[in-house]
């Protein structure tokens, strides 16, 4: 899905930054072998060859095998994704809806890189070794994403996400892949994890009472942030104006009468 067709936005932040893009995903770590080494037998009897060759054929699995004959073992990240899978079949998706959610889970993969998935892998990985949230979420509109819980709780509050959408807990379907590992997530605490300096300010923003509207532009290396404030009174809207370190103000007119808005600027590191 192009990006400027998306309803639903997720801030891009400081902690997937660092911890998927600058690292994880060009780490030759042993958890992403773990995850890929195909040792692995399916015994659902839901998965049978008829199937699995069903799905072969809507890309919804890779078949990696040779000639395309003999018995598939699967990885950890296949099982947790055919998990998936199953889910948004009970949820009523057909295989060309999935094949559409794939592709966006899809987007960092490379034949380079270990992991199949690295999107999927280090939500795995997040799940696994923190007791962090983490949901795979497809809107109406076939738009899907791998989140943390408290990323939906951000975007919904400052109304980012205009859809409903379906939910997978990929904590609870770890756990299932994981017997002998005990997976929990922490459903209660998760939201006083620490915040980007980014989603800070968002929220200072949106609980301030007098600012109409918040405009979020990447510059550079830097988000930049106005705050608008928009008022009747010109000597008011000067006297706001005098207070600020950074900001304009713009004179609007409509049926002979002006409207003030005073914007206020702030510069944030990424």
């Not at 899905?1 to 911890?19: G, H, P, S, T, Y």
């Not at 890779?62 to 947790?80: A, C, L, Q």
């Not at 055919?82 to 079949?89: D, G, Q």
């Not at 006297?239 to 409207?259: C, R």
Request: aromatic letters at 10%; one cysteine or more.
């Amino acid at each position: 899905m192009e990006k400027e067709k998306r309803k639903n936005l997720f801030f891009a932040n400081d902690w997937f930054d660092i911890n998927f893009l600058a690292n994880f995903i060009h780490s030759d770590s042993k958890i992403k072998k773990t995850f890929n080494e195909k040792n692995n037998k399916i015994g659902d009897e839901r998965l049978s060859s008829r199937v699995l060759n069903h799905w072969y054929e809507a890309g919804i699995i890779n078949d990696d095998r040779p000639n395309g004959k003999g018995w598939k073992k699967f990885s950890f990240s296949e099982i947790v994704w055919i998990s998936i899978v199953f889910k948004l079949r009970g949820f009523g998706l057909d295989l060309k809806k999935i094949k559409q959610v794939k592709d966006q889970i899809d987007k960092y993969n490379s034949p380079e890189n270990i992991s199949k998935c690295p999107l999927l892998d280090f939500y795995m990985f997040i799940a696994m070794f923190t007791s962090t949230p983490v949901k795979l979420i497809v809107f109406e509109s076939g738009q899907a994403d791998i989140v943390r819980q408290i990323d939906i709780d951000v975007a919904n509050e400052i109304g980012c996400i205009t859809e409903d959408f379906i939910s997978i807990d990929i904590n609870k379907l770890m756990n299932k892949a994981f017997a002998e590992k005990e997976i929990k997530a922490d459903y209660l605490s998760y939201n006083k994890a620490p915040k980007s300096d980014l989603i800070e300010q968002i929220e200072n923003s949106i609980s301030t009472k007098d600012i109409k509207s918040i405009t979020i532009k990447v510059k550079d290396k830097n988000y930049v942030i106005d705050e608008s404030f928009i008022m009747n009174d010109r000597v008011k809207a000067n006297a706001l104006l005098s207070l600020l370190k950074f900001g304009e103000l713009v004179e609007n007119k409509s049926s002979g009468k002006s409207t003030f808005t005073v914007t206020r600027k702030k510069k944030i590191n990424k």
